[in-house]
Each structure stands twice: as C-alpha cells, then as structure tokens.
C-alpha cells in the first residue's frame, strides 16, 4: 500500500498493486525523490478517501410517502377509493398498496386520480384499508416519532424503493443513533439494488453517522434497504440520498500532463469501507499506443459530466456531413463539399448550433478545434452561448489554416456554438468543428505525485500482509486485499537459530533430549523516506508478513531505522535492518 500526499487527501493504493522506490538516480522525478513503480500487467485498485459535499440532486426530500384510506368498490386487480386523490398526494408506479386488513401486497402499475392498478388481486371485498408507501418494512423494524426503531427477538428490514432512478454515483447517510445486540457477530447490512455495500458489527464504531458511496445504473431503478440481524438493537433517525457529481479518474503523463487513460464514471463506487470512492486501473491499457515505460500520475476530478469524462465531441456532425441538418446556415452560408461555405458582400448571418451533441459545464476548459480554407476576405468571431447571453468570445480568425483554442475554464454551462462573420464582405469555408475537454488544463480535486510504470522491478523486495480482524485503519473482514509496497532491499542469508539439551549415560554416549531450530533472515531496507518506514512498522505488527509471497513473523516490536552515513545522501532518508524467522519453519524433537 503507498499513501500518497494529494493535496491534504489521502489516495491509497491497495493489492495487487506493487509499489517501488528506486534511488536518485532514476530519472523520473516530480514532487518526491522517490515514487511508486507500478507494473504494467497489473490491474490496481485505488481508493481516495472523501466526503466530497457538491451533491447536485437532493434525492430524499419527503422519502417516506404514505398514504392511507379504506376502499370503496371491488375491481379485479385494483384499489379504488372514491375519495382518494392519488395522482395530487404523489402516488407513483412501483409503491407498495398493502391491504391491512388481510394483511396482503401488490405494486402499483397505473396510477388514477381515484384508482391505482395493481400487479396482483388484493382487495376482493368492501370496506379493506390500505396503505400505499415507497417503502417495505418488515420484522421488528417499526417508525417511532421521528426515527426508526429495530428491536431484539428477529430479523428486522426497511427498505426504500425505486429511489435511485438515474444513472449516477450517489452518496448515502444514516444516522446511527442507538446500537446494542444481544448475538455479537449479528451485523447491520446495508444494501443498494439488493447488493451489500457496508456491513457494521458490534466491533464497529456504529453510532454515528454512517457515509457510503455507490453507483447506481439508472436503467434498473435501485432500493436501498436497512437489513439488521436477530440480536440487534438500534435507532435510525435519518436516511439521507444525494446524487453526485461524477467522480473520474484520469492517468496523465508526469512530463507534458498528457491523459492517456480515463476511468468510465459508473467504475467509481463504493469500496467497503465507509467514506471512500474506489475505482480500477487496468495498466495495460497504456501499452496500446504507450510503451508503458514512463513517469505518470492520477488526477481526479469531482463534478465532471459523463460525456466530459470519456472525451465526448460536444459538436454533432462538425465534418458537416450529409445534409448537416444539425447546423443553422445564416443569411449567406451555404453547404458546399461537406463544408460551410461563406460568400457575402456584407451583413452576413451566423453559422450555429444550437443542438449540441452535449452541452459545455461549467467550470471546464475545453479544446475547440475548426478548420478555414478557401479564405478571401472578412473574418469570424468564435463565441460559446448560453441562450443569448455570451459566455466566452475565443477570438477573430481571418487566414486559412486549422486552429485549436482553449475556452478557458468556463464561467457557466453553454448550449450554443456561433460562427459570427464580420460586417464587410467575407468568403471563406468551415469544416472540422470539434470540441473536447481539455484535461491537462482543467482543475482537479486531487492530483498524487509521479509514478514509474515498468514491466518488471528488479533488485527490489516485495512485503505485504494481512490481519484476521480489523487493524490500523483497514477493514480486514470479509475483504480480499492485501496492503503491498514494494522496495528497494533484500533477505540476508538464513540462519538458524534454536535451543538443544542433551544428555550423557554412564557410558559416556551423549543424547540429544530436545532439539528447537527456526530459520531467521535480516530484512535490510535500503534508503526509504520515513513514510515508508511508518509503513513498514505497521506491516510487522499484522498477523500474517510475507515478503515476496513467503510468511515470517518478527519477535521483536522495535523496528529502528538508521540514518544514511553516506556523503551527500538526503538528509530525510534511512536504511532500516529487522530480523524475522520463517512462519512456517519451525523444527522440533523431543524425547529424541
């Protein structure tokens, strides 16, 4: 695991990602002296710690819907109540109409101002009363005066229903205000379309407010649900929904700021821990186009459109192909040869569109790329709109030739691109309108520092570990990864340590009573900065060590390192020398 200095933020990147750091004389340099190797065949998962806040939609608003009442007529398959207003009280397709009489379900299908179509045959007679919600409860789970209350004695579950409804990553609170089981080991699972994405457990610090993070597919509206086990004991008092802004990787060239990977914003979603964002890089992906071999780093950037996020063209048909119908040709422009063609004697119109293939956001700097050929006379102004009103002029052009401009990070959304000509004569044609993110110029929430892709680490040694149960920071349970560094340092050769007793007859003949020998290695750790040796420390504290994939075990809790002797060595580097025995190799005989 490297923990890496992103403006303040953590960025952690966690197995199967080997971490390296290589000596001065490396000649990929940045903010560090030295810096992670990643491997080009690996896929790296990487977790940013946050709690980002610029939700854009708040999705909870009045979340428990309920409404009650007693039917007054049978119809097969609905709910009809003469003095009902469904349609004004906000009943919606996919509610829960529960007949409290009977005790019985079914989902609304159509909704009516007096009548709600049903997916099931519920009420066969007069005078049921019924409820309609946008949630499920069910077992010991009841509403108390402002709260939700799970009791001890059986399996208790709320459920909301169809609330994430858009294609989005959407963070969740819950309000943990109360917590007590009488079955430790019985969890509080939280669950999203069906899919846990936090589990909370007596070993848990529960009482508080509970963040999480999740990408929901729009396409299959998702429920979010509060399971709680048999023994538990809880108050709920908030249940809080907020769709985010998108949330977007990028890997960028450490020498030019170059992108050359961009994670799909539906990859970034929770990770098990609450208040984090992960997504996945798969390195090789840089070696279509790449030689994979070069300095890199991630910027990630919150509150980035989708289409902005995998490099959209916001331009629809700029190569003016067809009959371009997606463009407006003012007073003399014409479509000539898949071009826009301009020849007037003065008072020409504009050349628009103002059905963009995606709109330009706010606060990003775009690349607007055309092509002038054909030129005689005049000249064009460039200019972005949002209706009327002129967000950004890029400039006048007047010459033949292909011409790329930075908008600049934009001060609001636009919806219109103008080509407005000058007011004498002009003749000249437009081709190849595009309009792309321009990346290495926009801001970012969070940047780390440089990273050295290679194929292979040589003349390193890779340590890692794992812990039964939770410990400095991680969550253990139930997780598949491992925290993995790889540095510059080696094993010294074995030696074998132990204990022997023996004994000698009367004879004289000497017998070996018991025999104990373990096999110990010196790990020396070259040159490292101090947040590598922090790290360090804390791998030998896990229950499981293994370097390069082999388990030891150190006895001793001190872990010293020593500052370099050596002339000109950076003041802030250290080289450390530990011992551990084999785990496994342990030899014994007794009563030999």
Same mark, same amino acid.
């Given at each position: ?30 903010h ?29 608003? *009045? ?41 019985t ?42 709260e ?51 589990t ?5 610090n ?37 769709q ?15 992108v ?155 919806d ?14 437009? *081709? ?7 990346i ?14 290679? *194929? ?27 925290p ?21 007859d ?36 896990y ?15 001190s ?34």
């Open positions: 695991m490297a923990t890496e200095r992103v403006n303040n933020q953590a960025v952690k990147i966690y197995s199967p990602t080997e971490t390296v750091f290589n000596d001065e004389d490396s000649g990929c340099k940045w560090l002296d030295y810096f992670p190797l990643v491997t080009c065949d690996d896929t790296s998962e990487i977790i940013i710690n946050t709690t980002i806040e610029n939700e854009d939609v708040e999705k909870d608003g *009045d979340m428990l819907f309920n409404e009650t009442g007693t039917n007054t007529s049978v119809v097969v398959g609905t709910l009809t109540d003469a003095g009902a207003s469904f349609v004004v009280a906000g009943v919606e397709i996919g509610m829960v109409v529960r007949n409290i009489t009977d005790d379900t079914a989902l609304v299908t159509s909704v009516a101002s007096t009548v709600l179509t049903l997916d099931s045959d519920i009420f066969g007679a007069l005078a049921k009363d019924y409820s309609v919600s946008n949630y499920e409860l069910s077992g010991n789970m009841t509403f108390g005066t402002g939700m209350i799970k009791t001890s004695s059986s399996i208790g579950s709320f459920k909301q229903l169809n609330i994430l409804t858009e294609d989005a990553l959407y963070k969740l609170e819950i309000d943990i205000t109360s917590f007590s089981t009488t079955s430790p080991g019985d969890q509080i699972n939280i669950k999203i379309g069906g899919t846990t994405i936090l909370l457990d007596e070993t848990d529960v009482v508080e407010t509970q963040t999480v993070y999740a990408y929901s597919n729009g396409g299959t509206p998702f429920d979010v649900e509060i399971e709680s086990g048999i023994g538990i004991n809880a108050t709920f008092s908030t249940l809080r929904v907020d985010m802004s998108n949330v977007v990787f990028f890997v960028c060239k450490c020498e030019d700021d170059e050359v990977y961009t994670s799909d914003p539906s990859n970034v979603t929770a990770s098990n821990t609450q208040g984090q964002l992960k997504t996945s890089f798969d390195w090789s992906n840089l070696q279509d186009g790449y030689d994979c071999q070069g300095c890199y780093y991630i910027k990630i950037i919150d509150g980035i459109s989708v289409a902005d996020a995998l490099n959209s063209d916001r331009i629809d048909n700029g190569t003016f192909s067809g009959a371009a119908t997606e463009w407006n040709f003012g007073s003399g422009w014409s479509l000539s040869s898949n071009k826009a063609s301009l020849s007037s004697a003065g008072g020409a119109g504009d050349l628009s569109q103002t059905s963009l293939a995606y709109d330009f956001s706010k606060s990003i700097n775009y690349d607007v790329t055309f092509t002038i050929s054909s030129y005689l006379i005049g000249s064009v102004d460039v200019i972005l709109k949002k209706g009327a009103l002129e967000i950004a002029n890029l400039g006048n052009f007047s010459a033949n030739g292909t011409y790329t401009v930075s908008t600049g990070v934009l001060t609001d959304g636009c219109i691109i103008v080509f407005d000509p000058g007011t004498g004569a002009q003749t000249y044609t437009i *081709d190849d309108v595009s309009a792309v993110i321009n290495e110029n926009t801001g970012y929430t969070w940047r780390s520092d440089c990273f050295q892709l290679s *194929d292979k680490h040589a003349c390193t040694t890779k340590l890692s570990g794992t812990n039964l149960d939770n410990a400095f920071g991680i969550d253990f349970i139930g997780l598949a990864y491992n993995v560094i790889r540095i510059s340092g080696e094993l010294e050769t074995p030696r074998y340590g132990g204990d022997k007793e023996n004994e000698e009367s004879a004289g003949v000497s017998k070996t009573l018991y025999y104990k020998s373990e096999k110990k290695r010196n790990l020396l750790v070259y040159l490292q900065p101090e947040w590598i040796h922090d790290f360090i420390r804390l791998l030998i504290g229950d499981t060590l293994l370097i390069d994939d082999v388990a030891y075990v150190s006895d001793d809790a872990y010293e390192p020593e500052a370099s002797r050596e002339l000109g060595r950076l003041p802030d580097l250290s080289t450390a020398n530990t011992e551990l025995r084999l785990k496994t190799d342990l030899n014994e005989n007794r009563f030999c």
